[in-house]
């Protein structure tokens, strides 16, 4: 009698052996509090945020703690030009008056953090959305970004109004959030001692919550490969005193220029390691996190 083999779908079986494989990770990182920064133009794409949202549920799924900031660059920018307002940018960091902070807090706040939350629900989570104002979460203050000036030597600030930088993060209320089984989702805003609204690179936010929670790792996504040399190739793993000698000679610019130092500073700070990865590959957290394969470029102390 001829026995029947049965054979499985090969499909079915890389499923199971991806999931095998992620085990290991699993069990490294369960407990462990992450700060991801959800920026760039994959959170513009509906299908990419759907994508986004599973997996930070799935990650909370898993046992680790995650908490997301998030930027809004592309939108601020279609409301200003709505709104006839002119923006421009120094240094990846944009130029903010009264009139655009209002749009910055109103687009960030408003639009770009409930569609966050709602997208986590959506996917089965539970999250809630803060603002820097909410319990206090983010104090700052004026951001002083001296600008030398080659003609006479002499150091100038440069003004970029409403732009501030966090002096404190008050941990609690995400600590409370997250041993109630939340994931906080931070809208990069902060509140000036006289009451003032400033805007806050998301980045900057992202590492100084890494820092005030003790994150294990920091994860920037954006919408680059990662960091890339003059030639224009990844650069997959950094140091810190690489990653420094690339700002000053000029490698990384704009707005890669506040993810580089967030990365400096965390990893200075005692996270273990700092990635800025390509948000616009699919399921670019859980390629990062569960597998071996990076997406992005590494940076650690050193
Ligand atoms: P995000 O919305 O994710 O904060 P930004 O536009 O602020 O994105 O920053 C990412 C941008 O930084 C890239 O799109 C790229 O134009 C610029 N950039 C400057 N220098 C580098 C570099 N060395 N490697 C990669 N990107 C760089
Ligand atoms: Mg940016």
Known sequence: MNKKEFTVNPMWLSQAKT????LPYMRRYAGETFVIKYGGHAMGDVQ???????DI??????GIYPIVVHGGGPQIGEMLKRSKIKSEFVDGLRVTDKETVDIVEMVLTGTINKEIVSA?????GKAVGLSGKDGQLIQAKKLQRPKPDTDSNIEKVLDLGFVGEPTNVN???LTSLIESGITPIIAPIGLGENGETFNINADTVAGA???AVGATRLLLLTDVVGILDKKGELLPEMTA??????IQDGTILGGMIPKA???LLAVGQGVDAAVILDGRVPHALLLEIFTEHGVGTLIRDG
Request: glycine share 6%; net charge positive; hydrophobic share 50%.
């Open 209 to 211: 919550v890494a820092g």
């Open 48 to 54: 990419l945020a759907k994508k986004f949202a599973r």
């Open 19 to 22: 999931l095998s494989e992620a």
């Open 261 to 263: 130092e967030t990365c």
């Open 120 to 124: 986590v629900h959506a996917a089965g």
């Open 57 to 62: 549920v799935l990650i909370k799924q898993v």
């Open 171 to 173: 941990p609690n209320t």
């Open 241 to 246: 005193a690489t990653v420094k000698a690339a």
